[in-house]
């Protein structure tokens, strides 16, 4: 199966800044999706990164505070724009196989002060 | 909408010890099932996985079966060691949900020596 990295695997930074993380497959993959990892809790999808046009975002996260990226079948990018510590998580990329088995980026821990 | 209930953490266990975490969903039709496993710092990893009543997932010794008539995916393991200690997650994915994804909140498990 497609192997997936991110960059960064963590940064603390300022409020009010922004961060954009990427996420690379090492082969072609047709599904790819954004989530977020609050401490101690659950994965809560962000959206849907489609290739070649917008992303599809889920209740409660919008475009210009999460803009996505997907140029290609093996690279997308998520921005968390203008920063607060309620920003404070960790960010996962992963991409799903049509058997809809879901295999997981090692994730960005992403400290915002 | 979809839900997943997995037993609340977190779990304490003796090494060799059985291992039950349970998990109940709430969806229509016939979502497939998974189980997840994030070991400390890092990102989940596919366990195990089922697909229609009654399979049987297993992998590294754990086992769960898709019950329909229970609506319950629960996760064994016959002898635990001090590696499986980790957050465990409980999902489900549905085709007619545009494939996207429900979780369970995790249950944190620490096998000691």
């Known amino acids: 199966s497609a192997v997936i990295s991110q960059k960064p695997s963590r940064d603390i930074c300022q409020r009010g800044t922004s961060l954009t993380i990427q996420c690379q497959v090492d082969?072609?993959?047709?599904?790819m999706f954004w989530y977020r990892q609050q401490p101690g809790q659950s994965l809560t999808l962000i959206a849907t990164?489609?290739?070649?046009?917008?992303?599809?975002?889920e209740s409660g996260f919008v475009i210009d505070k999460f803009p996505i990226s997907r140029p290609n079948l093996t690279f997308s990018t998520l921005t968390v724009s203008n920063m607060s510590p309620e920003d404070s998580s960790i960010y996962l990329c992963?991409?799903?196989?049509?058997?809809?088995?879901?295999?997981f980026g090692p994730g960005t821990r992403l400290t915002v002060l | 909408g979809n839900s997943v209930t997995q037993m609340e953490g977190p779990v304490t266990l003796s090494e060799e010890a059985f291992l039950t975490i349970n998990c109940t969903y709430t969806?229509?039709?016939?979502?497939?099932l998974f189980w997840y496993v994030q070991y400390p710092g890092e990102g989940l990893q596919l366990l195990l996985k089922?697909?229609?009543?009654?399979d049987k997932g297993s992998n590294k010794g754990f086992e769960a079966t898709y019950r329909k008539e229970t609506t319950s995916f629960h996760l064994e393991k016959g002898s635990v060691q001090v590696s499986d200690s980790a957050v465990y997650f409980c999902?489900?994915?549905?085709?007619?949900?545009?494939?996207?994804?429900?979780f369970g909140d995790g249950t944190t498990l620490t096998v000691k020596p």
């Open positions: 992963c991409w799903r196989t049509g058997a809809n088995e879901q295999f």
């Open positions: 082969s072609q993959v047709t599904m």
């Open positions: 990164a489609n290739q070649g046009s917008e992303a599809t975002y």
């Open positions: 999902a489900l994915t549905q085709a007619t949900n545009a494939g996207k994804s429900t």
């Open positions: 969806a229509t039709g016939y979502p497939s």
């Open positions: 089922a697909t229609k009543a009654d």
